[in-house]
């Protein structure tokens, strides 16, 4: 890593660039601050509204400029300027995979960019080979940030650290997006291992991460048990009492209508019902209610 005056001096041009600081505040957790619409092209307003869609877990707008960007569709021997945004395609690459999107698209991008490694690293997280030697490790180490924490290892820590140690030249790249990774790696790797034991707390991300999906068994499971028994219960009335049997016979018809007309809202239900059991469960065992909201019922957050 070069001197602390280097980093000085680039988090002046962080500052005064709107991309740059938009980004540099997704890699910190930070507020992304509202951007300047005016003189901006539709790739540079489609990346800050996807920066804002990651760090706000908002599938829904991420999704509707997602879909506006991924009708363009550039050829190698004619390819668009965006094709070569290293912030877009990786918070692209980042919000397809966090928000469980088709990959074909962001794969034939990569396909037709310049070969340089950092298209090399991007096309091995899509592919979930992060251990490739040709890797940029800081690279993968903010993606495992930003999507998956729990991923988080000693392994890419330490080829981080080396792969960042050794770049001295990493201020005179022209690489403004390989730089604010290795800055913002740099400073995570010395927060994981000035923990008291950083491999503890991958253990314990590792445990939260199969925790929530045995919750999510669970959950099903419950879910099952008290839908089969409201189904017996059902069925041993109408047996057990002609009355009930008869009464249901009456208005038969009446349901056989409200079926059809119903049958699609209360299947919309389910999804909910699911979610809420999910939700009360986790707080029963005492899981901690700020992070319930974040959790996702694939066990991600």
Known sequence: MVPLENRIDYSLRINEIPKLTAFNNLLLSKTVLPFPKQDLNESDEIYFELVN???KKDKVTFEKYYNKKNKSHPSKESPSPFVNDDFLIFCLLVG???????KKWIKDILSIRSRSTITITLENIINENYYSKDNLHEIVLMYFQLNNPSLISNDIINNA?????ANTALFESKSDFHILCSIRAYDLIIELKEAPDGSEINILRQFNTKFLKRIKVLAWFIQSIILFAIF???YEIVVNNPTA?????????????LGIIGLSQIGNLFPILKR????IILRILGYPKALVKE???DGKQ
């Open 161 to 165: 650290f080396k792969c960042i140690t």
């Open 245 to 257: 049997k008869e009464y249901i016979d009456k208005i038969n018809s009446v349901l056989k209508v």
């Open 276 to 279: 809420k059991s999910y939700e």
């Open 295 to 297: 959790i996702n019922m």
């Open 96 to 102: 397809i995979v966090k928000f469980d999107l088709d």
């Open 53 to 55: 869609a990651i760090q």
């Open 232 to 234: 017996y219960l059902c």
